[in-house]
């Protein structure tokens, strides 16, 4: 993390602020954007009208987070032995080495008006489970990692890498599933999707 203060972010600026920053007497005008972990210790930050704030988090081994909504454009890492639960990616990017319980994956429009693909990357050791996948959303799961009851729709896309492995996946109407040559997927319904 950073240490600031006294910060003023313009028309067009941004400013991003990591996991453990320190930051204090921070104003964003209009058309500024600042982009900021919850993690990070912030006193005295201004959010002027037309101001644009994206959060992000970072969950680190032995902490919870629960209920958080992952936007476009922001970032909620699960960190080897953190547990996220409840988490709705809209647009944004869920990346779980720990462990993410009940993670609901769709599309967001960005602060540009822009389409942002949603999306969970379970990672080598990690582990996912009641994870929806929808519009505009997508899964991925790497080499060593593992995801159950999963339930793919609405143009929602699954990909099991080599070397993955998904359980109890239900493939619904317009939901795509892909299972990577050395993947591993069992139990899996398919009623109106494809895989």
Request: proline share 1%; with cysteine.
């Amino acid at each position: 993390g950073v240490k600031a203060s006294q910060l003023v972010i313009s028309c067009g600026g941004g400013a991003s602020f990591d996991y453990g920053s320190l930051v204090s007497n921070v104003t964003v005008v209009s058309g500024g954007v600042i982009n900021v972990d919850i993690s990070s210790n912030i006193s005295g930050l201004t959010l002027q009208s037309g101001a644009i704030e994206i959060l992000n988090a970072t969950i680190t081994s032995g902490k919870t987070l629960s209920g958080f909504v992952d936007g476009p454009l922001a970032t909620q890492r699960v960190l080897a032995g953190g547990l996220a639960m409840n988490t709705l990616v809209s647009g944004g990017y869920q990346d779980v080495f720990g462990v993410a319980q009940n993670t609901s994956v769709v599309g967001g429009v960005d602060i540009s008006g822009y389409w942002r693909q949603g999306s969970q990357q379970v990672e080598s050791g990690a582990w996912t489970s009641g994870v929806q996948v929808g519009l505009g959303g997508s899964q991925y799961v790497q080499s060593g990692g593992r995801t159950t009851s999963v339930s793919v729709s609405q143009m929602g896309a699954q990909t099991v890498g080599a070397g993955g492995f998904a359980q109890f996946v239900a493939i619904g109407a317009y939901g795509m599933g892909y299972v990577e040559n050395g993947g591993v997927e069992t139990f899996a319904q398919i009623s109106g999707g494809t895989e």
